[in-house]
């Protein structure tokens, strides 16, 4: 019982330490992405500019001016959403 109490607060530890390095390198991924795809007709519009829900309905609409696919504008939309 407190063997399995204790494994499982372990294992949660573990997550807890991943998860920021794999979110940084997506975000900047995503930033990446975001400054060489979407700066060519207009300005960078800063991420805090908009809301998360603005951004997802201005990303449908601008990913249609772009080469991204669903998981590179689910990078951009992260880092926007993250900064
Ligand atoms: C092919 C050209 C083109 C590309 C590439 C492009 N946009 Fe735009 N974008 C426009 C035009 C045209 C507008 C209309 C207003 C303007 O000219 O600033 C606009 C407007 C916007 C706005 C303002 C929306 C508003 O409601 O005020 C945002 C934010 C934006 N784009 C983000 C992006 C993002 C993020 C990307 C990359 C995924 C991107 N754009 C790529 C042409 C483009």
């Known amino acids: 019982m407190v063997y399995g109490c204790a494994s499982?607060?372990?294992?949660?530890?573990?997550n807890e330490n991943i998860k920021p390095a794999i979110l940084t390198l997506e975000l900047s991924e995503g930033k990446v992405l975001y400054a060489k795809n979407c700066a060519e007709?207009?300005?960078l519009y800063?991420?805090?500019s908009y809301s998360a829900e603005e951004w997802k309905s201005i990303l449908q609409e601008m990913k249609e001016n772009t080469e991204l696919d669903?998981?590179?504008?689910m990078k951009v939309y992260n880092y926007l959403i993250m900064n």
């Open 8 to 14: 499982k607060t372990s294992s949660l530890k573990i």
């Open 41 to 43: 007709c207009h300005k």
């Open 46 to 48: 800063e991420p805090k």
């Open 70 to 73: 669903e998981d590179q504008v």
